[in-house]
T-cell receptor, first 113, second 116 residues
C-alpha cells in the first residue's frame, strides 16, 4: 500500500467552477502537508503549506488537513484556464532526521474556457 | 534570486553508458535533495545532503547511483551503468537552514533521462 494515495485524474472542469483535489495517507507521523503545482515540463512549485490539522487560505486557494481521517484537500475557487496543471500533494514526517517529502501521484487538472 | 537549476534538461543514452546529472541549488541553501519520477509513478525521494554530508540516502535504488556534493555547493548524480528502468525525470530541490526542518523545498525543472 502506498503511503499517500491521490487520484491521478484527469479532471476537467469549466472555467469558474470550484475544484476539489484530495489525498489520503496512512502514516500517522506526517505533520507537514504541502500542495505543489506542476506545469508541463517544469518543476513542482510550492503552492500551499499547512502544519498539522486545520485550514489555510491564500487567495482563491484553500488547503484543509484532517489528521483524524488522514485526509487532505485543496480547493480552488473561481478556477481559471491558467490553473490547468498537475497538482501534487506532499507530506513530511515530524521526525527531525526524516526530511524527505512523500508525494502523491498527482492529479492532472484542466480548466476549460 | 535564481532558482534551482539543473543540467542537462534532457539526456538520451544507451543502456550500459554513464550519465552525470548536475544540480545547482539556490545560493545559501545548505540542504539539497534528489528525487526521481519514473513513468506513471509518483515522485520519489533519493537522498538528502546537508552541505557536503549525506544526511539520508535511504531512497537510492542501488549502487549504480552515486551522488556527490563537493564543497557543499552544487551536486552531481551519476548513474553507471545505466539501465532501462533508470529512465525518468530527476528533480533536485533545495532548502535553507530555517525552512528545511518544516519541509519547505524549492524544486528545479528536472532532468529528463531516457535510457534506450
Amino acid at each position: 500500500q502506498k503511503e499517500v494515495e491521490q487520484d491521478p485524474g484527469p479532471l476537467s472542469v469549466p472555467e469558474g467552477a470550484i475544484v476539489s483535489l484530495n489525498c489520503t495517507y496512512s502514516n500517522s507521523a506526517f505533520q507537514y502537508f504541502m500542495w505543489y503545482r506542476q506545469y508541463s515540463r517544469k518543476g513542482p512549485e510550492l503552492l500551499m503549506y499547512t502544519y498539522s490539522s486545520g485550514n489555510k487560505e491564500d487567495g482563491r486557494f484553500t488547503a484543509q488537513v484532517d489528521k483524524s481521517s488522514k485526509y487532505i484537500s485543496l480547493f480552488i475557487r473561481d478556477s481559471q484556464p491558467s490553473d490547468s496543471a498537475t497538482y501534487l500533494c506532499a507530506m513530511r514526517s515530524f521526525l527531525q532526521g526524516a526530511q524527505k517529502l512523500v508525494f502523491g501521484q498527482g492529479t492532472r487538472l484542466t480548466i476549460n474556457p | 534570486e535564481a532558482g534551482v537549476t539543473q543540467f542537462p534538461s534532457h539526456s538520451v543514452i544507451e543502456k550500459g553508458q554513464t550519465v552525470t546529472l548536475r544540480c545547482d541549488p539556490i545560493s545559501g541553501h545548505d540542504n539539497l535533495y534528489w528525487y526521481r519520477r519514473v513513468m506513471g509513478k509518483e515522485i520519489k525521494f533519493l537522498l538528502h545532503f546537508v552541505k557536503e554530508s549525506k544526511q539520508d540516502e535511504s531512497g537510492m535504488p542501488n549502487n549504480r547511483f552515486l551522488a556527490e556534493r563537493t564543497g557543499g555547493t552544487y551536486s552531481t548524480l551519476k548513474v553507471q551503468p545505466a539501465e532501462l528502468e533508470d529512465s525518468g525525470v530527476y528533480f533536485c530541490a533545495s532548502s535553507p537552514p530555517g525552512l528545511a526542518g518544516v519541509g519547505w523545498q524549492y524544486f528545479g525543472p528536472g532532468t529528463r533521462l531516457t535510457v534506450t
